[in-house]
């Protein structure tokens, strides 16, 4: 039997290049898996039920929430995201890792419902080089430049909330600390009781 | 200034192949070192002080066991074996990785005064697997095996006393697993601390 998967919950400020660290995550890591998320929204051109999202009703939405269905949620703009907690254990007991890339609140959900995940906080290098890469971006106000970089301070706190903590200076060696971080946590002794007791047992193991 | 460095205790059942495993990751490794006991025994013929060993004298070794200069030591027929924290400690400071490869006894002291070290079990892969290694060396009676083998479910027990659990199935992918592991715990938060107060005062980190 495959060993179960392990959950990998990555956060940060905007800006620090969690979407761009995911990617990488995906190509070079077979054996890891994106979740998919409900929605309430609709779908636009082009997006598939079961690839980009789950598209759910309004009353589905709220009937996951009633029966615990979601390992977290949010309303956005009146439209409902959430984590549906029944996929991402199927594709664990099935021995894949999942990597969810949420806001510090949905983190903390999931910390919550499922305290045996693994959450990584993503860092940039510095706020000045935050600075830098979302200006290059080009695609927000000095207004809001200034306002976001503003919170980054207080965001950075909540750092102490997670495992880990990776600094993403370069996305190559930023991923490459995912990974070793993924291969340690499989090594954890509270993951593998089930395989020492079988080693006592002289059985050997899988 | 350098980042600290980590404090690795490995232990296991005898012949799980921990001496291999430690010898593989200094060669692959370049930044972790050995740490050198202290011992009242006599030097043998080639045995260089300060490499082998440090020699000193009993008197010497009790004073450091009063003075807490010892983050383990053990008496093995008459000789006292010990692990200087001051030496330690210099090389940690320098951000140097330290590897410890002592018993369950020895680690257990380690823990007590070294929190913050990274305890790593090595397992074999079964028990059938162990007493074929051991038959393979050829150094003991059949007797002497059966007996060492009897007290392994008993050893393996002290695994859960351990952060992390590696099977040396083969021996480059357990040393593989534990450099995971190094890396890993570098990434860890609470390592990091000074990191992100660092980043949130918007200096550069280094």
Redesign the interface.
Known sequence: MARPGILIVLSGPSGTGKGTICKELLNNYPNINYSISATTRSPRAGEVNGVNYWFVSQAEFQEMIKNDALLEWAEVYGNYYGTPRRYVEELLANGKDIVLEIDTQGAMQVKNKFPEGVF??I???????LATRINKRGSETPESIKRRLGSV?YE??S??D??????NDRVSEAT??I???I???K???GR??D??AA??K????D
Do not use: Q
């Open positions: 990584i906080y860092v940039p290098p510095s706020i000045d080089e301070r950075l706190s750092a102490y997670y495992h880990y903590v990776v600094i490459a600390k990974e070793a971080i291969s340690a946590e090594s954890r002794v593998n009781a395989r020492i080693i006592s002289n059985g050997s193991i």
